[in-house]
Each structure stands twice: as structure tokens, then as C-alpha cells.
């Protein structure tokens, strides 16, 4: 496995492995990477002949008032995890952004509601990043984790839109043997907040296993689940507009996410039409 | 030469080609084609082995009251002069806008000030274009005309930005025998316009001859020569940054934009230290 930390050489190697005829997979990481990135690499790996990941905590997508200073690291456990997933050259840039950087990209409409409407910029962050490592990597194929599903749909669409030739895929929510979404942030949970925070899951299976097709029903069920310091959002939506549905009448997704402590955490469940 | 309006076969010819080990030059244009474009598709065949030219008025750099629904079009005279300048794939997309795009590229700083203080929005529309026929034809170098000096510096920003593998080099402007600058919008001048619209070289070449070195005094001469209907802007600034210059100590630019009837004419010059 090769390490790079500048833009230019990992732009060489992806190009001369494509010039190879080889087919070039990208997993974009903020590192601290755990089994949920482990099975979007292993994923990569299935579909491309070489895998790239990047391992940048990106600064564009966080907040002011966010985590960006105390976002867990550990280049070394990284390293080792790609290795062992067979990753072909990692990425870890000192900076994505050098002197003079300014543009920003933004994807319309599919920002402005859910985690959009709770972390001003947060998305705009996102696609800037996606789309400038888009340009550093010209992936054929790029993984990203259900976990974060609507910046799965944000990224699909900002691809689809800017890099067409480049397939964004997702690969499914890994969770933890007691049901609790695999995040690094999970880190800075107590174990009392840890408990707490296994009602996100239970909201939304009991959402997924009911037959009521009422959202507002269904969503005053979820709601009655949940064990957390402050909800930002749940939600059952259309999983490609993220417009709000009335009925579960078609597929669906169902979304929260809530403070448990300080913690930020978010969670989606697929929900089939009853 | 091949004529396409299909995004897909674009990428899929330049890929051929790419993996043939050709450098693919890509001139983007709004179409109905003059000495000047024919100038920058000569620089791309110069510096490439295949050329694609795109010819799409965009809307999205139009503002609402400007003269998007009268652009002269002329794509028969624009398929001629492509193929006699060796083109190889004439791009002439129905829309580059599909049902469902959502995705707005901006460039912040340079796009605040000049013809982006006065257009609103216009540079975000070019730059959105352009990151989006960037990822459809995947270019090594696009050209663009020094004209647009502006436009030019903006789309390199954005490509260093966006597109680190695509170099983005300036065609020289060309000027009729008169001195006027080559535009597709010359043809709403009429004779008398035209002879008015002259005074913008006049007083870029009064600010490029003068052995003054301070800024305001150079403006004031440029300003004395000009027979307009209305200035929009006459600046002397860093080529790169487009920060406004207070003495000519350094090399520097002299653009100017105004309107002579209803039509906005635009022009520059290279402004050496003195």
C-alpha cells in the first residue's frame, strides 16, 4: 500500500492505473475508520481493479460551534485498516485547501432540509470536498455509507451533475451487536449515554416493522421511543427528493437525528409501502 | 469531424481517446464563431492531439434582463468553421440542464468585483458550466480567450480548485482591423455604435502607451477618451488577484466595460510597470 499526502501524486497514480485499463474505486474518509468503512472499502474493492481512500477531516463541513478540534484521529489504526482491506494508495493530505482556494460547490434543494436545515454549510462543505478529490482522484467508482444517507444523495446528485462519469454507490449501514449505527463519534458516548442512544434504532425499526401507513402516526411512535437530550429531526421521506411523505404508500426512508449528551448522532432505516 | 449532443458520447469519445494516449484540448464556446474562437481552436490543436469544442448559449449566465433570448446563433456557420479548423467533436448539447440538476459551482472574491459586481450571478453560471463540461469531456487543457480576461482568470481558479488535471491556458484577444475586440455581440452595433465602441481600445491604449504611473491618473485619461452611453467599470488591477492598483509598479491589467447603445462591450490590455 502506498501513502501520499500530495494531490499531484495521487493524481499520477490513478491516472497511470487508468491508462492501465484499470478501474480506479474512492472512499472518501474523515479517518478514525471503523468496520462500517472497512465494508465500503471491501465494497470498493468488489466493483474496481485498484481502491483509493482519503483519510481528511474536512473543515468546510463543520460548523463553528461543531466538533472539528476534537474529531477523534488515528492515522496509524487507519493505515493499518486500509492495509488489511487491501487499499491500493492512501490519501492523507495535510490540507485540501492551499492559499488562494475558493471555490465552493453546492447542491440545491436536497440541502435545505434534515441535516441541511440543522448544520447551515455543513453540505456545502461536503460537496466542495467530493468534488475537488473527484478532481484529484477521476474515480470510476465511488463508495459512501448509508449512514450518512442524505450526503449519499447530496453526493450522487452533485456527481451526477458535475462528474458523470464517476458511479457513486452506497454500501449498507453497519451497526454494533446492540443496534447502534458504527460512527467514530460514537467514541464520545458514556456508557449511560450509549444506552440512550440504542432508542434511535428502536425508533426507527419500530417505524420500519409497523403496518400503520400514517407518517404522523408513525412518526408519534417513533417519537415516543426516543431517550435523547434533544431531537433535531425524525422524519419519513421520499429517499431520492427527501420530500416529507403523508402515507407510506411507496419506499421510503426513515430519518433521525438527535443529541444524546453532546453528542450528535444520526441513524435511517429503509421503510418498505404498506 | 464528429458532431454530438449526447453528454454520454462526448465522455465516451474522449475516454477512447485519452486511452489511446491522446491529449484532448477542449474549447468551450457560446457559438456563433469568430477569427477569435477560430484562434483558440487553432492554440488547443497546437497544444493537443484531438480538440472537442462545445457550443451552447447557457442560460445560466444570463441575468433576467439580459440578452440571453437574442444571442445570435448561427450553428451551420459554426459547424464550418470548426471543421476547417480541424476539430474533432463539435459538442452542441439540447441542454446542458437535465430534469432534477441541482448543482451551482461559485468562485468567491474575484467573481465580487468588475463585470461580477455588475453581472449578478453571471460568473457562477460560468463556472458552473464549465466544472460540469469539464467532467463530461475530461480534458488535459482548455483554452479560453484573453478577452474575457476575467472569465479566464476565474476559470482557472476554478479548475486549480476543481479539476487540478485540467490546465487552462489564454488565447490571445484578436481585434478587427479597426482595433475593435472581437464578440459575437459586435453585431448589434450599428455603424455609428460601432464607431463610438472603438473608444474602449482607444482609451486602454492611451492607458497602455502612457509613461504615468499613478492609477487614478491613468483612469482619468482612459475615462477622457471614452464615448459611451453608460461605464460600467474602467479599472487598472493585478492581472491574477484583480485587486485594484494604485500605481502601475508591477505588471498589471487595464479592462473596461460599457455600454454603447444597449449593447455591453467589454475589452483589455496588459499594462507593463513603468
Known amino acids: 500500500m502506498r501513502t501520499c499526502n500530495d494531490p499531484d501524486d495521487v493524481t499520477a497514480w490513478a491516472r497511470s492505473w487508468r491508462s492501465e485499463g484499470a478501474r480506479v474505486g474512492f472512499v472518501p474518509t474523515m479517518g478514525f475508520l471503523h468496520r462500517g468503512h472497512a465494508s465500503l472499502l471491501d465494497l470498493a474493492h468488489a466493483r474496481c481493479d485498484r481502491v483509493v481512500v482519503s483519510i481528511y477531516v474536512n473543515p468546510l463541513q463543520f460548523g463553528p460551534s461543531e466538533d472539528l478540534d476534537r474529531y477523534p484521529r488515528d492515522p496509524e489504526g487507519d493505515l493499518r485498516l486500509c492495509a488489511a482491506h487491501g487499499v491500493d494508495l492512501a490519501f492523507l493530505p495535510e490540507t485540501l485547501y492551499p492559499p488562494g482556494f475558493s471555490t465552493r460547490v453546492r447542491v440545491e434543494g436536497l440541502t435545505s432540509v434534515l441535516c441541511g436545515a440543522a448544520r447551515r454549510g455543513h453540505f456545502e462543505g461536503v460537496t466542495t470536498v467530493v468534488a475537488r478529490l473527484f478532481g ?19 453526493v450522487r446528485r452533485m456527481a451526477e451533475d458535475l462528474h458523470p462519469g464517476v458511479e457513486v454507490v452506497a454500501g449498507p449501514l453497519v451497526r454494533d451487536d446492540d443496534g447502534l449505527a458504527l460512527s467514530s463519534r460514537n467514541r464520545y458516548l458514556s456508557a449511560a449515554d450509549r444506552v440512550r442512544a440504542l432508542s434511535l434504532h428502536r425508533a426507527l425499526r419500530a417505524i420500519r416493522d409497523s403496518r400503520e401507513p400514517s407518517v404522523p402516526a408513525l412518526l408519534e411512535e417513533g417519537r415516543s421511543l426516543l431517550e435523547v437530550d434533544r431531537l433535531d429531526y425524525i422524519a419519513i421521506v421520499d429517499p431520492w427528493s427527501l420530500a416529507p411523505l403523508e402515507r407510506v404508500d411507496r ?24
Do not use: H, M
Open 136 to 154: 484529484i482522484v477521476g474515480p470510476c467508482t465511488s463508495v459512501f455509507g448509508e449512514k450518512d444517507w442524505q450526503q449519499y444523495v447530496v
Open 251 to 274: 419506499p421510503a426512508r426513515a430519518l433521525v437525528a438527535a443529541f444524546v449528551g453532546n453528542t450528535r448522532l444520526i441513524d435511517n432505516v429503509a421503510v418498505d409501502p404498506r
